[in-house]
């Protein structure tokens, strides 16, 4: 396993256990669709809530949100939209980031509610 995917799973792991501390139930980690994936998928109140999870070290060229492009919030949403079709939701939808930078054997989370939206066509 690389460097890169322990650094990316342990920021998943603390992301989820970070929302459960906070009354989310996480209904999936790493849902897949075609070449997309949503990191976590959880549900808050009445509401889905999708979750993109962004790990970084200190002081990496580019934040973690930055990293969560407009490219990629199309994956996101496209993906999302698959599972909200595959598992028939009738929720409100809501895209969150969360945001972690490891210093040393510390580490600062962030957690952006309605961090994006879909474009309307």
């Known amino acids: 396993m ?12 603390i992301a989820a256990n970070y929302l459960e501390k906070k009354g ?18 959880a549900q808050f109140n009445n509401e889905l809530i999708i979750v993109e999870v962004k790990t970084r070290i200190a002081g990496s060229l580019i934040s973690p949100l930055e990293a969560v492009n407009l490219k990629k919030q199309r994956f996101i949403i496209t993906a999302a939209n698959a599972f909200i079709e595959k598992h028939n939701v009738n929720l409100e939808v809501r895209f969150d980031i969360i945001t972690i930078v490891y210093n040393f054997n510390n580490y600062i989370i962030e957690h952006i509610e309605n961090a994006f939206y879909p474009k309307v066509k």
């Open 24 to 41: 989310y139930t996480i209904l999936f980690r790493n849902w897949q669709y075609m070449h997309k994936e949503l990191d976590l998928v």
């Open 2 to 13: 690389t460097e890169r995917k322990k650094t990316g799973d342990k920021g998943e792991e």
